[in-house]
């Protein structure tokens, strides 16, 4: 319920009455995890998803069930153990079930809690269920900081956004750092970029670092700093010819191979693309490639599940006892 924060907050402070269902347990394979919420409005407004489509219906109808009486419902969608589909929902195409919880979402803690997920803080709601407790759990965003405000940046920092990143761009040209320019930016700076990396609170495995500056004079101290702090992800756009000539200046500036093994540069997959937009959508693909540890080869060309579940780095956990 919290990753549907932005969606639902507008909704509950206007007094629409809203359920959310939620996964509860996962049973052999399903398209979405624990965590994953459906909400639905008393005039069948659906947000978010719990199947992919597959049992979608019958989540709605259950929401809609707990908004009517005001009381919470639970189910299990998809196949029980000897393949027969359960009577009160469509099975799920991977062959799996799930177990769902359907609610009314009110109150302050609630409101509380979603204010903090869509501000990109993490977030906590501690629900009392009929005497089951519920907890959901959300983390702060993953960080994308980009440095440089080109048209490359503007678009990167789109779909970063639209990939679950708390964006930041920095650059030291004011002219260039606008709301306008970056409408879905989380934060907007002008300063030299790594004076910005400098004072930088908190950086972690989670945090991304993209140079877009196409400024030697800007890329070797950004990079130099960057590369020195615990973040998970370095990267840096250029030409080949460009990075051979950075990581020269980078060595003579102090950098050390080691520190510059870890620079992702030329920055993104090769997917061909020539448009920052396209361009955009490589980079996001190899930053999450990198933090998953993944191959970002075609699943076709894989073996075992299609899908990795980490509940220690779910987008939204919930746990009930």
Do not use: K, Q
Request: net charge negative; glycine share 10%.
């Amino acid at each position: 319920m919290l990753d549907l924060a932005a969606d639902l907050l507008p909704l509950l402070d206007a007094g629409v009455p809203v359920a959310a269902v939620t996964v509860t347990a996962v049973v052999r394979s399903a398209p979405r995890g624990v965590g994953a919420t459906l909400a639905v409005t008393r005039d069948a407004r659906v947000i978010g998803s719990i199947s992919g489509g597959c049992v979608e219906n019958d989540a709605v109808m259950l929401g809609l069930d707990a908004l009517r009486t005001g009381e919470v419902r639970r189910a299990r969608f998809g196949f029980s153990d000897d393949g027969v589909v359960t009577p009160i929902a469509a099975g799920l195409a991977c062959g799996g079930a799930v177990d769902v919880v359907a609610y009314p979402v009110d109150g302050a803690a609630a409101r509380a809690a979603l204010g903090d997920a869509r501000a990109g803080r993490e977030a906590t709601l501690r629900l009392d269920l009929d005497g089951e407790p519920l907890e959901l759990h959300r983390p702060a965003l993953p960080r994308l900081i980009v440095l440089g405000a080109g048209e490359h940046a503007a678009a990167l920092c789109r779909l970063g956004a639209a990939a679950g990143f708390a964006v930041t761009v920095c650059d030291d040209w004011a002219l260039l750092v606008t709301r306008e320019r970056f409408p879905d930016a989380a934060e907007l700076v002008v300063a030299a970029p790594h004076e910005y990396l400098e004072n930088l609170d908190s950086p972690d495995s989670r945090t991304a670092v993209c140079v877009l500056t196409h400024d030697e004079r800007l890329d070797v101290p950004a990079l130099r700093t960057a590369l020195r702090m615990p973040v998970g992800f370095v990267g840096a756009m250029g030409a080949r010819a460009t990075v051979a000539r950075r990581a020269t200046f980078l060595r003579s500036a102090g950098v050390t191979d080691a520190e510059l093994s870890r620079l992702h540069s030329p920055l993104g997959l090769d997917l061909g693309g020539a448009t920052p937009e396209e361009t955009a959508l490589s980079v996001i693909a190899e930053i999450v490639a990198s933090r998953n540890s993944a191959s970002a080869r075609p699943l076709r060309d894989g073996h075992g599940s299609v899908r990795r579940r980490d509940a220690s780095s779910d987008s939204c956990a919930v746990r009930s006892a």
